[in-house]
């Protein structure tokens, strides 16, 4: 939604920005905060005669600072993308830029009109038909009457509703007031585009629209201000990109090596949480017991232990074992990859079924191993993608499971965490052929 753009600090003092900077951002801080009782706390603040202490000389709340310490500048033309997780101020900050959200330090400049749209969507009255929304939310955008009858036919063809326009708003479905929304944002002329997830509603179609329009309006010359969790948009869009962290600025700079940055904090955050089970997991729940497994240790392609890997790099498995069958026996080796939210089989390793990485068979059959010894198995390329996983190991003598290990080697598989050629998701099966040319077409 429109807004005078905020050319004052927390003080209340002229902020004297940079000339060459359509938005100015210095220090800015926003602080929320927590009530005790979400009810009675505030109104207890409200009334001046309350004492802002509870019992036992303490705060019925706590602060909470969600935009922090944050300074950023914007020039004319730019197009700029604000990325992180979900609670990392990024929406708070917009709202500071839009003159929505008051700044509690620093200060912010913005200079010109500013055009805001929220993933909640602009006001839609629910009683008004979609032409009268049309007008209304015109009007709330800033636009004049003559622009908002010049613009009300694309508005309506943009949106695909159709005879629908002049039914009441609250009998469209959900993707039909989506629809309705983001088209009138969308015929939107702005000098600063701000906009905050706002192409996440509606079918796949519509949204491939809007995304469309988001880059005319990039090309167009305006100043656009995005948050997005749609890090391909990003790269092919923005002229620089910010990753925003717990309220925090933590990398600036091209788009691709904040996405980078991005990636590799998601994948070094669900490395964290993966269950250290390794060794102390190795329990045998059946088998003949006459094959043992000491250790299992999970090695990348530089052959370091680690509990995260990329698809389509290597990755190594190394089972240190000791059986009594004597020497020289041979086995079979059965391995389930287990998808750790629910322990489903997910990949199936079986060294009587061995597939190379170009196709094919490839050394398949019994190994032949000593009493003591590790085994290693290597994949290269890892093909899980974007979850937690661990193993099952069986190893068979003489079609008798010697030994069953389940949820072994607990691990998580993501994408590179460099967006570019780097980045493989997983090797497509495929083959060619070759025919002479086609005689089709002649006489």
């Known amino acids: 939604m429109s807004a005078n753009p905020p050319t004052r600090g927390a003080d209340g003092q002229p902020s004297g920005p940079n000339p060459d900077n359509v938005i100015d951002i210095r220090n800015a801080t926003k602080h929320f905060r927590i009530y005790d009782d979400s009810v009675a706390g505030p109104i207890r603040d409200a009334l001046s005669f309350w004492p802002w202490k509870s019992a036992g000389g303490k705060k019925n709340y706590k602060e909470f600072t969600a935009v922090d310490d944050v300074s950023l500048t914007v020039e004319r033309g ?74 009300t036919d694309w508005i309506i063809d943009f949106s695909e509703l159709g005879e629908a326009i002049d039914r009441p708003f609250r009998t469209y479905s959900s993707g039909m007031q989506a629809r309705l929304l983001f088209s009138i944002s969308m015929s939107i002329d702005p000098e600063i585009f701000i906009v905050d997830e706002a192409l996440t509603t509606g079918d796949a179609r519509f949204i491939e629209k809007c995304q469309q329009r988001l880059g005319e309006i990039c090309s167009s010359g305006a100043t656009v201000l995005f948050v997005t969790h749609a890090l391909t948009q990003v790269m092919a869009l923005c002229d620089r990109a910010y990753l925003m962290e717990k309220g925090q600025l933590t990398a600036s700079g091209d788009p691709e090596t904040v996405v980078a940055s991005y990636n590799k904090s998601i994948f070094q955050k669900e490395v964290n949480t993966v269950d250290q089970n390794g060794e102390s997991n190795l329990i045998s729940s ?115 499971m010697c030994c069953n290990y389940y949820n072994v080697a607990s691990f998580y598989a ?28 002649t006489s």
């Open 78 to 151: 730019e197009i700029i993308g604000i990325i992180g997780p979900n609670g990392a101020g990024k929406t708070t900050l917009l709202k500071m830029i839009a003159g929505l959200l008051s700044v509690d330090d620093g200060d912010i400049h913005v200079a010109g009109r500013v055009t805001s749209v929220f993933v909640q969507g602009v006001a839609a009255h629910p009683e008004f038909s979609g032409r009268e929304n049309i007008y209304h939310n015109g009007l709330l955008f800033g636009m004049s009457p003559e622009e908002i009858r010049d613009r």
């Open 286 to 400: 059946g088998g003949s017991g006459a094959m043992e497994l000491n250790k299992v240790r999970l090695l990348d392609e530089e052959g370091h232990e680690g509990k995260g890997f990329q698809s389509g790099k290597p990755m190594t498995i190394e089972i240190e074992y000791e059986h009594s069958l004597g020497e020289d026996a041979e086995f079979n080796i059965v391995m389930w990859a287990l998808r750790a939210s629910d322990l489903v089989r997910v990949a199936e390793f079986n060294t009587l079924e061995l597939v190379s990485p170009e196709g094919g068979p490839s050394q398949a059959g019994l190994v032949t191993l000593k009493k003591r010894g590790i085994v290693c198995v290597h994949f290269n390329p890892l093909l899980l993608l974007n979850d937690k996983f661990s193993f099952w190991i069986r190893f068979f003598s003489n079609r008798i």
């Open 414 to 441: 993501g994408k590179s965490t460099r967006p570019g050629r780097d980045e493989l998701v997983f090797m497509h099966p495929g083959e060619i052929t070759v025919r002479p040319p086609s005689d089709r077409g």
